[in-house]
């Protein structure tokens, strides 16, 4: 019984219309939105979730036969880390920085994911750091190219460290399984983190409507996945575990009524 209209836009813009109240519900991560607003505008922020949107895992891919077989083997390389000033290349500056390292150490491409692929296709950069969904196209059609794909994993201490000074990264093993059938012999657990994306709302935005469109997705959650597979973990468990933002009060009484909140 509603009506939208979509607008094209990054995350990172999406933190503003929000913020603004321009915009009512856009998709948005907390990592993004610090970046926007600073840690002293976060504490403040008037952005609250509607629900847990999915994660995207951090991948580190390059060619089969790199040296490269961690992150501090990317000195002196050059990659790819996604668009200037968006969440992707945000995050791997964070990275540099909470593991002892600096923007200097690397030879940086700016490139959204399109063209980072032909980037790499065309033997341009190393290394590709990006944050998908599972399973992510980038994988299965690089994994197809001459060059071929493999996956880098994180360390403990470093995902550790990650998490520690940012709290919406979390410890994720993208199972063997996710890429058995692109990357075979190369396929395994890769140890890594994952950022949680929200579809988030203003603080002003009506509770029975921000209830209603969390009921939905909570109780129509199959139907969701049959559209879009990495809503796999768009669940109301999700949303109560990974809040993100604060709560929205509809869904936080949404929540409630399923006995995920106290």
């Not at 856009?26 to 610090?34: I, K, L, N, R, V």
């Not at 201490?157 to 994720?172: F, G």
């Not at 990974?242 to 509809?250: K, S, T």
Request: hydrophobic fraction near 35%; aromatic fraction near 10%; include cysteine.
């Amino acid at each position: 019984g509603m009506e939208a209209s979509a607008r094209s836009g990054g995350s990172t813009e999406n933190v503003v219309l929000l913020e603004r109240g321009t915009a009512q519900i856009a998709g948005a991560s907390p990592g993004d939105a610090e970046k926007v607003l600073g840690k002293d505008g976060m504490a403040k922020t008037r952005i609250r979730t509607l629900f847990t949107m999915f994660n995207i895992p951090y991948h580190l891919l390059v060619p089969t036969n790199s040296p490269i077989q961690s992150f501090s083997d990317l000195k002196g390389r050059r990659l790819s880390i996604g668009i200037k000033a968006g969440g992707e290349a945000n995050l791997f500056l964070r990275m540099v920085g909470v593991l002892g390292m600096k923007e200097g150490d690397f030879r940086l491409d700016y490139l959204g994911k399109g063209e980072s692929m032909n980037a790499y296709k065309d033997n341009v950069i190393e290394a590709f750091s990006f944050l998908c969904p599972l399973p992510c196209p980038v994988v299965t059609e690089l994994a197809t190219h001459p060059r071929g794909a493999r996956l880098v994993g994180m360390s403990a201490d470093e995902v550790a460290k990650i998490n520690a000074d940012h709290r919406w990264y979390s410890a994720y093993t993208i199972s063997k399984d996710v890429y058995a059938n692109s990357l075979k012999e190369q396929s395994r657990d890769v140890p890594t983190f994952t950022e949680w994306f929200y579809v988030a709302t203003h603080a002003d935005f009506p509770e029975e409507t921000a209830y209603q469109i969390a009921k939905v997705i909570g109780e129509k959650h199959e139907e969701l996945v049959s559209a879009f597979r990495a809503a796999n973990t768009s669940t109301a468990e999700n949303t109560a575990k990974y809040p993100g933002f604060p709560l929205h009060p509809g869904t936080e009484r949404y929540l409630r009524e399923k006995g995920l909140l106290k």
